[in-house]
């Protein structure tokens, strides 16, 4: 990625926090590398460099600001875009695809050669693929050493480290202190953490189904401001399911499923973060659980890019101003999305959720969400699942543990789309509809009829075409089109 030096550097100057997240700062005279929103002095432009990844900046020698926290920042947004492969390949990274594999099995799930991998990370985020874990391992392990009082074997697999020997290498080679040395220096700032999780913050009144956490661990991830928690909060909560899902005016609750453990999720958002509350053994790997709360709360989002985009047009101009800072909401898992989708043919939301929760209680993983192995056979028929939908559920499973139907990100959206469409069952809304859950930003299901009716289109290829101004952020202009009753159109 290239990144202008003088527009980067009034962008320091200036501490604009909308630029947080999208480019790092390295301070040659000092070793460290920095938010552009960082309170210290800010440095002159000659003994400064500009990098669009953390890794990138730690391959060059600099260590974390102890100050601005760097890994408290909001995932990087620059990329996005540039590449769709590395767009799709950090994604994996983030939910832990180089702790079980490495570069090789990443690429082939991308379907692209290791080495051409290697160098688009190298061309759009200036370091490997390998750095961007091993920073992201390291950045999670200094979290939890700050804001629990885990033991250090703990962390390092919670980080998703292969071993305490590593973890301890690594925290000394990004920030020149053993983990030990971490906690002491960081328990001052941040306070002495209770056994359960933060300082900062309380445990959650109630876990999953309403059974109250025996301990939690607590993080906070970072977003970027404007953030309409609220509108996401509501959007769960009309769809939760119950077993499953637990949703108030201030959390969303789910049970989940790591490996062959299972427990409670619960997120919280707040003005300027979300925090994060864990109800499972404490060497649970935690990185696909702090991918599953961004990706469901779109933490990755750019808000003031998308509302700039969406707000000069006539119709959704008033929308954006109405509600700056929509994300759009994620599912925790892509086959789980999918099933979704199926099962909201032609009913209604209501209907949907009570055939959901039929699944979930008939064949979930202690309340967790079924996997594709526990659908590909299985009896829906008996849960009063009509004949045909029933069968393009297990023909979605089959597809999906046969690798027809990829699921998990890494897959473009046209493919994705004309994947799914190829099972007899799933149409182009039930498709664009799982994109958009997924994270698609730009999916769009123009077969929605209530978007049909904001648009005033008589079918699909004329909401297609109104909506084509909109892009690449089409996914949220659907929000915003869903959000507004029809008669509160502009």
Not at 115 to 132: C, I, K, Q, S, Y
């Amino acid at each position: 990625m290239s990144l202008d030096h003088q527009q980067c550097y009034e962008a320091l100057r200036s501490r604009d926090t909308r630029f947080d997240g999208r480019f790092w700062v390295g301070v040659r005279t000092t070793g460290v590398y920095c938010r552009p929103v960082c309170p210290s002095r800010t440095p002159l432009s000659r003994n400064v460099d500009f990098y669009a990844h953390p890794a990138a900046a730690e391959d060059a020698g600099l260590r974390p600001c102890r100050r601005c926290r760097p890994e408290a920042a909001p995932g990087s947004s620059g990329w996005k875009g540039a590449a769709g492969v590395v767009d799709r390949a950090v994604r994996l990274i983030d939910e832990g695809a180089l702790d079980d594999g490495d570069v090789a099995a990443l690429a082939r799930r991308l379907h692209v050669g290791d080495r051409h991998l290697r160098r688009l990370f190298v061309e759009h985020l200036g370091t490997t693929p390998d750095a961007v874990a091993r920073s992201r391992r390291a950045h999670l392990a200094r979290r939890l050493l700050a804001d629990t009082d885990l033991r250090v074997a703990d962390i390092a697999f919670a980080a998703g480290f292969g071993s305490v020997r590593q973890c301890n290498d690594v925290l000394k080679a990004t920030f020149r202190a053993t983990p030990t040395e971490l906690r002491a220096d960081l328990r001052p700032a941040r306070g002495t953490p209770s056994r359960t999780g933060s300082a900062e913050v309380t445990p959650p009144r109630t876990g999953s189904a309403g059974v109250a956490p025996s301990g939690t661990l607590t993080l906070r991830l970072a977003v970027r401001r404007p953030f309409d928690g609220a509108a996401l909060l509501d959007w769960f909560a009309a769809r939760a399911v119950a077993g499953l899902e637990v949703v108030d005016a201030e959390t969303y609750t789910r049970r989940v499923a790591v490996g062959d453990r299972t427990g409670a999720v619960t997120i919280r958002p707040t003005g300027d973060a979300v925090v994060l509350d864990v109800d499972l053994p404490p060497d649970t790997h935690l990185g696909s659980l702090v991918a599953g709360a961004r990706r469901a709360f779109d933490l990755g989002a750019d808000p003031v890019a998308v509302d700039e985009h969406l707000g000069t047009d006539p119709l959704l101009g008033p929308l954006v101003a109405r509600r700056p800072g929509i994300r759009v909401p994620g599912s925790w898992g892509g086959f789980e999305a999918g099933v979704r989708a199926v099962i909201g043919q032609q009913i209604s939301v209501a209907a949907a959720r009570t055939v959901l929760g039929r699944i979930v209680a008939a064949h979930g993983r202690d309340g967790a969400f079924p996997e594709p192995e526990d659908l590909a056979d299985a009896p829906l028929e008996q849960l009063g699942i009509i004949g045909q939908r029933a069968d393009t559920i297990r023909r979605l499973a089959d597809a999906v543990l046969a690798g027809a139907v990829v699921l998990d990100g890494s897959v473009p959206h046209e493919e994705l789309v004309a994947s799914l469409v190829a099972l007899k069952g799933i149409g182009p809304w039930s498709a664009e509809y799982v994109a958009l859950r997924l994270g698609e930003p730009d999916a769009f299901p123009a077969g929605d009829l209530h978007l049909r009716r904001m648009l005033d289109a008589t079918n699909d290829r004329t909401a297609i075409a109104r909506a084509e101004a909109w892009r690449p952020w089409r996914a949220y202009a659907a929000m915003h089109l869903w959000q507004t009753p029809r008669e509160e159109r502009p």
